[in-house]
């Protein structure tokens, strides 16, 4: 154990540059390939010229539109929600001490459905457009997410278990009204617009939609980084970490509050979108082990790497159409998850939580 311990701190540094160099990577990719190829040499010019002025190649407008408002926000804000959700799904497993633990555990994805499908049935989308459809997405998660807090609060706590039977039981709540409300529901409304909220999407995606959740995702993964060393303590049990200085369920509530406020801006900007807070956690636990200063900054870029992928297929697979993101992730977490589980029962896995 101490040389597995020693050996993953020596090698930290090294697959923090690589991951570094592979979202880099894989946005120059993802930038360069759609229904219009571009070259990867054409999008960095008209980046360049963008950000100095300088026009150092030829491109036709058409090129330069497709890159600055139609390639360029929907990829960074696939890494962006990617990075958040990574970060969020780790929060929650540490928190409730449940590895199979993400934003559905607690509701808010499965709310934010419901706020956004009421939005579409009381024409919202029409009369404020995106924003009101993401304000509506943002209040039926923290909604959602109030709720399980009133159900698993007692004695003045938190209790993991309580979350998550509560979370359970709010999930299917919402994700019935959702289904009630397009059954019922007189009026017509597209199914593209029922799958991007109900499956995820970050097609239409615009610059003025990056800042508030990039911010966020940002501050709340270096807020959990700054918290790794108590959510160590919090995933080893309660009466660990009091015996050590922290108060687990103070520390439990702040947690699971901004999991919520992190999950409720990222469902209102590209809807349902599963699987990465439940596997992108799993599968760099695999290689860093259970330490969250190694965790939480690795499974940030894997989580931001992965989705702009994810995006990237869905948008390529059935041209002229695209997939709804969920879609490509289940093809993806599924098999990952059944290797998992046979690698367990194996007896060959690596550090839990």
Sequence with gaps: MIVSFSRRSAVFPVILLLLAAA???????????????????????VALKRVTGLELGAFSPAQEHIVLYLRFPRVFLAAVVGAGLAAVGVILQAAVRNPMADPYIIGVSPGAAAGAVLALLLGWGDTLGQSGLSAAAFGGGLLAFAAVGLMAWRNGRLTPSRVILAGVAVSYLFTSLSSYLILSSSEHIPSQAILYWLMGSVAGA????????AL????????????????NLIALGDET????GVNPHLLRLKLMTLAALLTGVL??????????????????????GGDHRRLLPLAVLTGAIFLVWVDLAARLLIQPAELPLTIVTAFVGTPFFLWLLRRKERGLSGDSL
């Excluded at 880099?24 to 990867?40: E, I, Q, R, T, W």
């Excluded at 995702?217 to 060393?229: H, T």
């Excluded at 970490?241 to 050590?244: E, K, Q």
């Design 206 to 213: 615009r610059w003025d939609q990056l800042g508030l959740p």
């Design 241 to 244: 970490a009091c015996s050590l």
């Design 216 to 231: 966020l995702a940002a501050g709340g993964s270096l807020y959990a980084i700054a918290s790794a060393r108590q959510l």
């Design 23 to 45: 979202l880099l990577a894989s946005l120059v990719v993802a930038l360069s390939f759609g229904p219009s190829k571009l070259p990867a040499r054409t999008v960095w010019e």
């Design 267 to 288: 469902v209102s900007v590209s809807g349902g979108v599963g699987f990465v807070a439940l596997m992108v956690p799993h599968a760099v636990r695999l290689v860093t």
